[in-house]
């Protein structure tokens, strides 16, 4: 049996167990194979893109995975050992630059009899170095570290990374998703027969997707989704948030067909079933209702979510804009208002916010928040124009609300088409507002609903229908 030794350190390459003099270290078997690659070749420098190959044949990794093992590693070894193993070269890879010696003489341990209660892994070596691959930990016949202790350790570890991971997750910042894929990671890493890491990686590429984070072409996010989403599925049949995920891949997919449709509500209806305590899938299905102009029916769910998860950004912030569909405009205030003190930067709550306000006849209210929307976002001075031109032709003031549309039409690629409607239409210029009206009903899944209840377009409706 080989071993190699550096420090205090033992790897045994033939069990995929990391002791620290005799003594395991319960890390994932995925963080334990990065070593072993490292450790093969000391002093040589090993390319990212052939340790993620080694590391994760089956793909649908991102660099993030490799980078938490590395991460991992750094601070096991450096608990009892100053030595700085691991180096990073930039843009290459790693190499581990101190002493490694390797051992081929090291006698196979003998195996000792342990009572068939005390691990639940039958067919698995059982003994003196008992290897449980699966939770990257082992025990040996010391009786420090049990086979059944380790596996409590892990699963109590990989519980409080996955409750950090959700929580970065429900911001749906880009550096927010980031940060849960890492966690995520770390769970796969350290149990791969936890399914709750597969299912939080399939939801942060499902949002990855949904909103552009990704760097990757967004087909891909949604391939590397439903693959974690049927991985997590593989090992628990009833995980309700994989459900949840593939529903929200099939309602997110652009004109969707019929059976589509049926699948996307399937899947979100049968992840509430499994876990009712899921703020996301009831998210997902309001959002889903909502796509198809059931907006009362999506009222109500988006309610429950921000009741089961009350610090999700997105929850509240689409419970706003569903509150306004529903002509409720204190509530769509409330839930805005909620949305931006969580998260400050999210542009769609300045809209929907501004809107309600004007709906309410508070108009200098809805000017300053439009206004709020142009400087919390750099790119969004166009969609503030747009939403000022067509506050200002409603106010009786034609020449101001022309002057911001000339802004908004400058920047059109970055303006909402709706937007753009409704200031030509308040500006009583309805043929180029009802153009744009087809614009986005080719575009947008949600045209069809805030055409059908967005009082802006109450006097384009019977039009707007004709000409679609």
């Not at 938490?68 to 009892?80: D, E, F």
């Not at 890493?189 to 997707?209: C, E, H, K, T």
């Not at 000017?367 to 969004?380: I, N």
Request: proline residues 5%.
């Amino acid at each position: 049996m080989s071993v190699y030794e550096f420090g205090p350190f033992q790897l045994d390459e033939e069990r995929l167990l990391l002791l620290e003099r005799g003594e395991p270290i319960p890390i994932g078997p995925k963080v334990v194979e990065t070593l072993l690659a490292l450790v093969e070749h000391p002093g040589e420098v090993y390319a990212k893109s052939d340790l993620l190959a080694r590391i994760w044949p089956e793909g649908y990794v991102d660099e993030a995975n490799l980078a938490q093992n590395i991460y991992v590693l750094r601070k096991t070894l450096r608990k009892s050992w100053n030595a700085g193993a691991i180096e990073t070269i930039p843009r290459r890879g790693y190499r581990f630059v101190a002493p490694v010696f390797r051992r081929d003489d090291v006698p196979r341990p003998q195996p000792a009899p342990v009572r068939a209660h005390v691990s639940p892994w039958r067919g698995l070596a059982i003994g003196a170095g008992i290897a449980l691959a699966l939770l990257g930990g082992s025990a040996l016949n010391s009786g420090k570290v049990s086979g059944s202790d380790a596996r409590s350790q892990v699963i109590v570890e990989d519980t409080r990374l996955y409750a950090i991971g959700r929580y970065y997750w429900n911001q749906r910042t880009r550096d927010g998703i980031a940060k849960s894929v890492a966690y995520f990671s770390q769970i796969v890493a350290n149990d791969p027969r936890d399914a709750r890491g597969y299912a939080g990686l399939a939801s942060a590429n499902a949002i990855m997707a949904n909103y552009g984070y990704g760097t990757l072409p967004a087909k891909l996010d949604v391939a590397r989704a439903r693959a974690y989403a049927h991985s997590a599925l593989a090992l628990d049949p009833n995980s309700g948030e994989a459900y949840a995920v593939l529903g929200l891949l099939w309602s997110a997919t652009m004109k969707e067909t019929p059976p589509e449709a049926a699948a996307a509500l399937g899947d979100l209806r049968r992840a509430i079933a499994l876990d009712p305590s899921s703020g996301s899938a009831h998210e997902w299905l309001g959002i889903a209702l909502l796509q198809r102009d059931r907006v009362h029916e999506a009222y109500g769910e988006l309610a429950k979510a921000a009741q089961l998860d009350p610090l999700s950004v997105s929850t509240t912030a689409w419970l706003g804009t569903t509150a306004y569909l529903e002509r409720d405009y204190n509530a769509a205030i409330s839930y805005e208002r909620e949305a931006l003190d969580l998260s400050p930067q999210r542009d769609d709550a300045y809209e929907t916010l501004g809107l309600a306000y004007e709906a309410m006849g508070e108009r200098t209210a809805a000017d300053r928040t439009f206004r709020q929307l142009a400087a919390k976002c750099t790119s969004c001075g166009g969609e503030s124009a747009a939403l000022r031109a067509a506050l200002y032709a409603r106010s009786g003031q034609p020449g101001r609300a022309r002057t911001e549309l000339a802004i908004a039409r400058a920047q059109s690629k970055r303006v909402d088409p709706e937007d753009l409607a409704a200031a030509l239409s308040a500006l009583g210029d309805r043929r180029g507002a009802l153009s744009w009206l087809r614009r986005w009903r080719s575009d947008s899944d949600y045209a069809a609903t805030e055409i059908a209840n967005d009082p802006r377009f109450a006097n384009l409706r019977d039009s707007g229908k004709q000409g679609a």
